[in-house]
């Protein structure tokens, strides 16, 4: 895959993530203005289940091909979650950070939802680049939304919204307009945003070379397979400032105890 081709896969998943996120395109707008329209995603979270049909070299296979390397593992085990991210060495190409349910660690009533689900979804779907924003491809009832919620939220999101960037990442280290997190953060505030606090609004520090913060997902009308639909959780908008290695370099990995916080941007609230 071509530069040119992974641009507009990434542009593509940005056009797809704003469809669930108006916060992002006002917050974007917001920064734009500020730093002569140039924005730099810092990293993408993409969300799946470890079944082999749509496990995570499933959903990084595009991004492998165009030049992208594994940078990191990562392990949620309060959440039954593993994640790896992956990084090109163009820097303004966002990292992509997978993460995949450990669906086995569920009840067994959850994994036959599970693989419900994905047993709806072909190999041909999957096989395209496309597929990690093609939203959800099977059908799920409420019934199976409420259930999967009562053991995993991870599990309800993917469940009702499918494959599409959970989130985008705006990188404070780009940013002309603010050095800081804690600027930024009181920015946001000021302009009516609501910040994930889970944790204090941030997560890290200097010390792991990585600050994290984030808004709270925003709610979405959703329509399940039985006709009912519910009030829930979409997307929401990071932001993140990396610290020099010894070495002079930029972090580029990621903090498990901060990104355990993060996924709480989509809890129901």
């Not at 959850?110 to 190999?123: E, G, K």
Request: net charge negative; with cysteine.
């Amino acid at each position: 895959m071509t530069n040119n081709k992974i641009n507009t896969l990434l542009e593509a998943m940005w056009q797809n993530y704003l469809e669930l996120t108006p916060d992002a395109r006002s917050i974007h707008d917001l920064f734009a203005e500020q730093n002569d329209s140039v924005i730099i995603n810092d990293h993408i979270a993409l969300r799946t289940f470890n079944l082999d049909k749509v496990n995570i070299n499933k959903i990084a296979r595009p991004f492998l091909e165009a030049g992208y390397v594994e940078g990191g593992q990562y392990e949620f085990p309060n959440r039954n979650l593993v994640a790896r991210h992956f990084q090109h060495e163009d820097d303004t190409l966002p990292k992509v950070f997978i993460s995949e349910l450990l669906v086995e660690k569920l009840s067994t009533g959850a994994q036959t939802i599970i693989h419900r689900l994905v047993d709806q979804v072909s190999h041909d779907q999957v096989s395209k680049d496309e597929f990690c924003f093609s939203g959800r491809n099977w059908q799920v009832t409420s019934t199976e939304y409420e259930t999967l919620l009562s053991e995993s939220e991870y599990a309800a999101w993917v469940s009702a919204f499918g494959y599409r960037p959970n989130h985008f990442t705006v990188s404070i280290n780009h940013l002309s307009s603010h050095q800081n997190i804690q600027n930024l953060n009181q920015d946001l505030v000021d302009s009516g945003y609501t910040l994930n606090a889970s944790g204090g609004e941030i997560k890290g520090s200097p010390k792991v070379l990585l600050e994290q913060s984030s808004t709270m997902a925003g709610k979405v009308t959703v329509t399940f397979s039985d006709g009912l639909s519910l009030n829930i959780p979409s997307c929401f908008y990071e932001f993140a400032k990396r610290y020099p290695m010894a070495n002079g370099e930029l972090y580029h990995g990621f903090v498990a105890a901060s990104a355990d916080k993060i996924f709480e941007s989509t809890d129901q609230h």
